[in-house]
Structure formats: structure tokens, C-alpha cells
């Protein structure tokens, strides 16, 4: 029997996981994956600052999540999995620093008093009252986060509180994000039949706050997308795809320096922009779907300093909306995570992430300029004058997908829209998160193995 051919298109996490997972159904397979860039990995990649490797896209994941954890430990990686060291993160909100609440689930509280001191009285009050108010939810809805909160607890608890949060995970915001992306448990909880937003946090919160939340991978993320590459013996192509056409019961991939390219099942693990532009011409409702899926871009500035300079001993800072910062997150890697192993503090590590959906400055400033926002915002939120030993800088240009209301029933379109031997996977399907996209792999090689083309 003539072993199958398929053709990934896109080397980031996704796009890995379904090689190695096709390779696992598959072993006589031929498994090309398509991708221009310099290295494979995509928003997975690990650089060596101050000669520490150090991770400038993802850094982290859902530890409550299966999937990387089990994926590392199928791989013989599971020693390689880090946890925090147990710092808390603070809120830089009105100027100053302030403890991140407790008793809240993306923000949201589950009681006045966990905001007191983030927001004025007259919100303490109103967050107070809110179990008195009617609550006007129809099972199934999925309101703008903003919204919701705002209706029920005030526009200063979304600012200060909420949007600080989603900014960091979407680099969107409380009005980008629909409240079953932001917090499925709340939604859960909600059409449930709980009678408050109030009732709802408390309820989802013995799940939210049990255990440790991120966890992280010893030498960066590139110790396990080297081991996908390796394991999955894919054939990577430094190309980009722009065309793809029906050829008999599979298909013909174009890529850009005129080459073709056959294959028998594809999978495309590459942004929702992309995926439009590719299936316009062979999946019209799954093109039209993808479109109404927006898009941020992100920059992060890694620093390594000194290791005496006095950061405080929290894991990190989000920032509220509307402060005078460029920055929206400053994690300070060395207190999250603690030195890599095996290695010296000779060094502390910096994280300053930048750019907000609908705000691209920081994509379009040069190097030296996103240096000097990371030193000001250094100085105005510790009082530090740091002095960097070492600088990088990422651009990550329309990365963050924007999980809008409505969301879940625009990822049923794109893949209703979808020819049996076409599979979509990424990080605008079911979750921006590691684990999310490495469970969208796993679903398109299914997909393809229940079309009869993935034996």
C-alpha cells in the first residue's frame, strides 16, 4: 500500500503537535511542513539573553490542563516542567501598585471587599448591591466581558481589575473578549442558574484557586518543539503556501517561489488572516467565518539585569487601562520562575510586553525606542533606574486573536466549511493557550483519520 502524504502548513505548536501525532497513527507517512520563517516553533520561541534561554512569545501554561503536561511526559520531558516559585503578580492601577485581589476569577469579584482599595467607594457600593439587582441572562449568551462586569459591578472594576488581566492573555481587552472566552466557568455557572454574576465567581472559584495555575518548560519552549521535530521526522520547507486547489481525491499546494506540491490530507495550522486567504476559492463558509476574526499584535522586550537590582518579590505587573505606560505587562521572570536550572543568578530576567488590539505603535517602533518605553516604565512603576546587561526584542504581528461574543459559533463554521481531508488548527480555535492549541492538533488529525486519510 502507497504510504499517505500530507502537508502541514504553518510550524508553530499547532502545526508541530499534529506532525507528531500524525507520525504516532502514521509511520511510513510523508509529513511536510511549510514554513518561512527562520526557525520552526512560531509565537514558541526561545532566545539566549545574557546567554540564559529565555522565552520571547509564550512563556507559559494552564498547568489545570492536561495537555502539556502529558505531552512532556510522552516525550520523556515530564522533569523538564517548571512551576512558579509561588510569587504573586500586582496590579499597577491610578499610579501606584497595588496587591492583585483575591476572590476574583479573571478579574471579576466575588464580593466588595476584594476590591477595596483598586476602586473608589461608590464601586465597593455598587458591587455590594449587585445581589439585589435582577440579573438579565439567557442561557447561551456571551456578552462582551466588559459589559457584564460593567453593568454589574462598575466600569472602574473592568479598568482596573479585569481588562489588566485579559490585556496580558489576549492583548485585547474586557471589550475585545466575550465573557465564555474570558471566564467559561462564570457562562457555566451563569446558565446554571446562578441568580448573580456574584453568585457565579463564588461558585467557579474552590476550582479556580486550587493549586498552582502556570507552569513552564526548563531551557524554554524550545526543548519541546526540538523534541516534536525530532519525533514526528517531519520535512520542514522554509516556504510559504499561497495557493491550494483540489488535484483528484487530495490536493495541490503552491508556494511562493512557484513550487507544487501534493498531497493526500492538509492541515492548516496558520493565523485566521491566512486561513481566509488560502480557502476563499474551496471553502467559501469557512473563509467568510475565519474573516470575522480579529486580531492584536504584541511586542515583548526581554532584559537581563543586574541580579541586585531591587525588583519587589512578586512574579510580576499588569496594567491597568489608561495608565501612563507603554507597556501592559511586566513579568519579572527570575522572581516567577526562579533561575533555570543548573545556572547562576548571574543575571536577573525582564519581560515588558506592548501593543493592545486596535493600538500598533509599539509593532512600527524601532528597537532603541522600545528600550526607552521599557527603561521609563521600568523607572515610573519600581522607582528603579535599571542598567541592562543584555536586550532583546520579538514583534509578533497579528498574533492574538480576538475571542469576541459569539466565538465558539464562529469556529463551528470554519470547520463546517471544511473539505473531509482539510483540517484546521491554531490558537483562534478553542483557546490562545499552549495547551488549547496542542488539543486543536490532536482534533484535526482526528478529523482527518475519521475521513480515512490519516491510516
Known amino acids: 500500500m502507497t504510504s499517505r502524504s500530507y502537508c502541514i502548513v504553518g510550524g508553530g505548536i499547532s502545526g508541530l503537535a499534529a506532525a507528531y501525532r500524525l ?52 516525550l520523556g520531558l515530564a522533569d523538564r516542567q517548571l512551576g512558579t516559585t509561588g510569587a504573586r503578580p500586582l496590579i499597577y492601577s491610578q ?59 462598575g466600569e472602574q472594576v473592568v479598568a482596573r481589575s479585569v481588562d489588566p488581566l485579559l490585556g496580558g492573555v489576549y492583548a485585547g481587552s474586557a471589550a475585545t473578549i466575550g465573557l465564555r472566552s474570558a471566564a467559561p466557568g462564570l457562562a457555566t455557572a451563569l446558565d446554571g442558574g446562578a441568580a448573580t454574576l456574584s453568585d457565579a465567581v463564588r461558585a467557579v472559584l474552590p476550582s479556580a484557586t486550587s493549586g498552582p495555575v502556570f507552569g513552564a ?3 524554554g519552549y524550545a526543548v519541546l518543539v526540538d523534541e516534536l521535530v525530532r519525533r514526528s ?71 537581563a539585569v543586574p541580579p541586585d537590582t531591587e525588583f519587589p518579590q512578586h512574579s510580576g505587573v499588569v496594567v491597568a487601562s489608561g ?51 521599557a527603561l521609563a516604565d521600568l523607572a515610573t512603576v519600581f522607582g528603579l533606574t535599571v542598567e541592562p546587561v543584555d536586550v532583546r526584542v520579538q514583534r509578533w504581528a497579528d498574533a492574538m486573536p480576538q475571542y469576541g461574543p459569539g466565538h465558539a459559533d464562529i469556529v463551528v463554521e470554519i470547520r463546517a466549511g471544511l473539505p473531509p481531508t482539510l483540517a484546521v488548527a491554531g490558537n483562534y480555535l478553542d483557546g490562545i493557550g499552549v495547551p488549547a492549541c496542542i488539543a486543536a492538533a490532536g482534533r484535526a488529525v482526528f478529523e482527518l483519520l475519521t475521513a480515512g486519510v490519516a491510516r
Open 23 to 74: 507520525r504516532a497513527l502514521a509511520d511510513d507517512a510523508s509529513i511536510t511542513v511549510f514554513d518561512p520563517a527562520d526557525r520552526l516553533g512560531g509565537v514558541l520561541r526561545t532566545e539566549r539573553v545574557a546567554g540564559q534561554p529565555m522565552d520571547v512569545g509564550a512563556e507559559a501554561f494552564v498547568v489545570r490542563r492536561p495537555e502539556v503536561p502529558a505531552l512532556l511526559a510522552e
Open 217 to 219: 518548560v526548563d531551557g
Open 323 to 373: 495608565e501612563a505606560l507603554h507597556a501592559k505587562a511586566i513579568t519579572l521572570s527570575s522572581r516567577k520562575w526562579g533561575p533555570p536550572k543548573g545556572l547562576s543568578g548571574d543575571v536577573d530576567l525582564v519581560r515588558l510586553s506592548f501593543g493592545r488590539f486596535g493600538d500598533d505603535a509599539s509593532l512600527h517602533a524601532s528597537d532603541d525606542e522600545l528600550l526607552a518605553w
Open 95 to 153: 499610579g501606584r501598585l497595588h496587591p492583585l485581589p483575591p476572590g476574583t476569577v479573571a478579574g471579576i469579584p466575588s464580593s466588595a471587599t476584594s476590591m477595596a482599595g483598586l476602586v473608589d467607594e461608590a464601586t465597593v457600593a455598587h458591587i455590594a448591591e449587585e445581589p439585589g439587582r435582577p440579573l438579565d441572562w439567557r442561557p447561551g449568551d456571551d456578552p462582551a466581558t466588559a459589559a457584564l462586569v460593567a453593568d454589574r459591578f
Open 233 to 303: 521526522g517531519l520535512r520542514w520547507v522554509q516556504t510559504a503556501i499561497n495557493r491550494i486547489e483540489p488535484a483528484g481525491p487530495g490536493w495541490m499546494l503552491s508556494d511562493d517561489t512557484g513550487g507544487t506540491w501534493p498531497a493526500d490530507a492538509v492541515i492548516l495550522a496558520v493565523p485566521a488572516p491566512q486561513l481566509r486567504n488560502l480557502v476563499g476559492g474551496i471553502a467559501p463558509r469557512t473563509a467568510a467565518a475565519a474573516g470575522r476574526i480579529a486580531s492584536a499584535s504584541s511586542v515583548l522586550v526581554a532584559l
